[in-house]
């Protein structure tokens, strides 16, 4: 009955139906789709224990303190001001819609708090609860997607963490090529 019903249609929301894999039946209860599709995931993207790669004998190359200051040091508001001004105005809406529009429109009210979040991850090391809001959204790798192996899951990130990530990228991109040979 379903795959009648299939045929006439050109895309399947992959949390509504799934084809199992074992044994190439369709399933439709939200439940188990939704369990078929994170078990999917989670073994591609689990880590291993063991280190794929030994790093005997390797000699690696080292930072100055001083450079090594920089990377770790607190974060500027010239930094922060610089990473939200590199972003497109549109991109990285947050759950409740806020973008890098919003918050260049209202930098003098937000950025305090902005640079305020940004050292508090820098010093921690991770997010306090709720400032890494990510979203993962699938997107089919061909025609007519009917496996969880479809599908390709990209991750939809918010302001906070972009600003973050410019900010580390741009501090890396000066002293890269002391520790990499070329």
């Known amino acids: 009955m379903i795959l009648k019903q299939l045929k006439h249609v050109e895309y399947i929301n992959v949390f509504k139906l799934i084809k199992y894999f074992e044994n190439d039946l369709w399933c439709d209860n939200k439940d188990m789709v939704k369990d078929k599709v994170r078990d999917f995931f989670k073994s591609r993207y689990d880590e291993d224990d063991e280190l794929p790669v030994r790093l005997d004998n390797a000699s690696f190359n080292f930072i100055s303190s001083k450079d090594n200051g920089m990377l770790v040091g607190a974060i500027t508001e010239e930094e922060v001001k610089l990473a939200v ?97 070329h």
Not at 86 to 111: G, I, M, Q, R, T
Not at 142 to 149: E, L, R
């Open 85 to 181: 001004w590199s972003h497109d105005n549109s991109k990285s809406p947050e759950p409740n819609e806020f973008n890098f529009s919003f918050v260049k429109f209202c930098w003098e009210l937000l950025k305090e708090d902005i640079i305020m979040i940004v050292n508090e991850f820098a010093g921690r090391g991770k997010w306090s609860r709720g400032f890494n809001v990510t979203f993962i959204s699938l997107i089919p790798k061909v025609n007519n997607p009917q496996q969880v192996y479809d599908y390709r899951p990209i991750s939809l990130v918010g302001c906070l963490y972009k600003i973050v990530s410019n900010i580390l990228s741009l501090r890396l991109k000066k002293v890269i090529n002391k520790v990499i040979d």
